[in-house]
């Protein structure tokens, strides 16, 4: 007697006909979240009653046709109708049957892994500077997620259609089992892998070295134009013939030889001796100047004379 109850256990079969004992999880990271083990999720209907959200992750040991089963009770006026959602459920793995002659628990299971995105893009930042970051989806969250699609996309097309809830939950896990684009799931899935992969390449940045703080910031655009504009400069071989070094000024009275420094005037008024004696000025006052000044900057017109004078 004692050796007939594991056997009678192994011969439960989902509404009767469904056997769990030929299923088989494809993708093995999923393994342990897609509940079709024989020994734990076995049951002739999905509805264990179990309470799987008093504890998180618990939800992973309820059976993946259950999980279905609870997905389909969206929205609020669907709230608590279990026994309708078990009816739909199973006039849906009949037509499965039918349409595909396979076992329709390994339809869900396909449908479910097929479904399921495995990139996201998620926001990252604060303070109203936020980009978005591919990121990698967990085995659990793949499930969900898969789960939640396929409801929706079975829900959406019911809608105003002359097909029943069930005959568009059938299309919808078949078309998903197979990976076709006809299935809602499967092209939102890839429109999700779609804008992860675009914001792939935000993560691909060399990020900063440790220890040394923030970047320096840049200054505008029109100061680096005005930084890297050549500043003109006398040439080391210019000489004025006939004019004498002067004195070396104080410091006292350097802003007064700086002063003299200026373009002369060039009015019609002006003629050639006092724009000669203006020059001249001006090189006295940058000869004098070289020495104790750094980076001064002479008009035009001294420059022209210094090259004419050489």
Not at 208 to 234: C, D, I, N, Y
Not at 263 to 288: G, N, R, T, V
Request: aromatic share 4%; charged share 25%; hydrophobic share 40%.
């Amino acid at each position: 007697m004692a050796e007939a109850e594991p056997a009678a256990a192994l011969d439960v079969k989902l509404f009767s006909r469904w056997a769990f004992d030929d299923v088989n999880v494809g993708d093995i990271s999923l393994s342990d979240y897609v509940g079709v083990r024989v020994e734990k999720h076995a049951t002739y209907l999905p509805h264990t009653a179990g309470r799987y959200s008093v504890k998180r992750f618990r939800k992973a040991q309820c059976p993946i046709v259950e999980r279905l089963t609870n997905s389909l009770m969206m929205h609020g006026r669907n709230n608590g109708k279990k026994l309708k959602a078990i009816r739909i459920v199973k006039h849906a793995m009949e037509l499965i049957h039918l349409l595909t002659d396979l076992n329709p628990i390994q339809v869900i299971v396909d449908a479910v892994i097929n479904s399921g995105p495995r990139e996201d893009a998620t926001r990252i930042g604060s303070a109203g500077v936020v980009r978005r970051q591919a990121v990698d989806i967990s085995p659990l969250r793949r499930v969900n997620q898969a789960i939640y699609l396929l409801t929706t996309g079975a829900r959406e097309s019911a809608f105003r259609n002359i097909k029943t809830i069930a005959e568009c939950l059938a299309d919808e896990l078949i078309n998903a089992a197979k990976g076709s684009s006809n299935s809602y799931a499967i092209k939102k899935k890839d429109e999700i892998e779609r804008v992860a992969k675009a914001n792939r390449q935000e993560g691909l940045r060399p990020s900063r070295p440790q220890g040394q703080g923030s970047a320096p910031r840049q200054p505008p655009a029109h100061a680096r134009q005005r930084a890297r504009r050549p500043m003109p400069t006398l040439p080391a071989s210019a000489s004025f013939h006939g004019l004498h070094r002067p004195r070396e000024p104080s410091p006292s009275s350097r802003p007064a030889a700086i002063s003299c420094i200026a373009a002369p005037s060039e009015s019609d008024d002006d003629d050639e001796d006092s724009i000669l004696i203006s020059l001249a000025m001006q090189w006295q006052a940058y000869k004098a100047l070289c020495s104790s000044s750094k980076g001064l900057i002479f008009s035009p017109r001294v420059l022209e004379a210094a090259e004419t004078f050489r």
